[in-house]
């Protein structure tokens, strides 16, 4: 048996089994003295995550804001980061330069600290981020109950179409198409979320591998069905207009493009706050699964 026939969430299972431990989840939650901590590790790989013709600071950013994006779906704020870096040795060390700027950059923005790291050799540019954060009270994805809503921040789908335009390696592009296009590469997480989640939310997590994926962590976890309604899901304006310039389905990016970094939580109705970019997008019932306008659907992105 080849690691493609297991998938990404088989082998997290089976080293789970090896360990003796659950390892699904975004964040690891450890109680050291009268702190709640929250783990997390994510990595950016060239030619799998990013390109060599993306600009360095913002795949340094990007390195930064995928990690701080699990810390604040699971409730929390970043503090410290230690940043392990592999590069080819002909490498320019301007490229290095610029990547940390990024790196900088975000860390300024989201209030957390490089700490330390690592250096290695390899074929491929590899940023490798461990992210330490603090919560008050951590979430995860098993919270959610039937009669609890669920909602997403911001617009979902438009990563993917930045990466489809990146792809087409156009000469020009138009202003919507840049703005598609910035948040494929330099994504902001929802740092400005955590308050809500953490006073109201039974379950939440980022969204990274698309809207139905997702969702379908949530249900697995939670033990619940999750129910969509395909007109709630929030489409930029900027994604309509990609879709219509290229005769693609808007809701097919908004449910299982990837890396919106967006979140996606579930709690009762009455805590919907509507000064704050989030919508409700569905119910959670009894059940298992995830379902959209009633259909049971599954998807997303997946790395084998």
């Known amino acids: 048996m080849r690691v493609s026939d297991l998938g990404e969430f088989g082998l997290i299972r089976r080293i789970g089994d090896v360990l003796g431990e659950d390892l ?4 690891a939650k450890v109680i050291v003295g009268d702190k709640i901590l929250l783990l997390t590790v994510d990595i950016l790989l060239e030619g799998v995550h990013f390109l060599r013709r993306y600009p360095p600071e913002a795949v340094g950013w990007k390195a930064i804001s995928v990690n701080v994006s699990d810390v604040v779906g699971n409730g929390g704020l970043p503090r410290w980061a230690l940043v392990s870096l592999i590069v080819p040795s002909d490498l320019e060390v301007e490229y290095v330069d610029r990547l940390y700027t990024g790196i900088k950059e975000a860390c300024r923005f989201y209030g957390c600290k490089v700490v330390g790291g690592n250096l290695s050799r390899g074929e491929r540019i590899g940023v490798d981020v461990f992210l330490l954060g603090e919560s008050e009270r951590p979430l995860g994805r098993s919270g959610a109950s039937p009669g609890d809503l669920i909602f997403v921040s911001g617009t979902l789908g438009d990563s993917r179409a930045g990466l489809d335009l990146i792809l087409m390696e156009r000469k020009n592009y138009e202003d919507f198409e840049l703005r598609l296009i910035e948040r494929h590469v330099r994504p902001t997480a929802r740092i400005d979320y955590v308050k809500h989640l953490q006073k109201y939310a039974t379950a939440s ?15 697995e976890a939670s ?18 207009a990609f879709c219509r310039k290229h005769g693609k389905d808007p809701l097919e990016y908004a449910l299982f493009g990837g890396e919106d970094y967006q979140v996606l939580f579930t ?17 959670v019932s009894e059940g298992s699964g995830v379902y959209v306008d009633g259909r049971k659907v599954e998807g997303g992105y997946t790395h084998f």
């Open 24 to 27: 699904i989840d975004d964040c």
């Open 205 to 219: 997590m980022d969204v990274s591998d698309g809207l139905v994926a997702d969702a379908s962590h949530i249900a």
């Open 223 to 240: 033990r619940v069905r999750i129910n969509i309604e395909s007109a709630k899901v929030p489409i930029s304006r900027e994604l309509a």
């Open 267 to 283: 709690h009762p109705r009455e805590r919907w706050n509507p000064f704050m970019d989030m919508t409700p997008i569905g119910s």
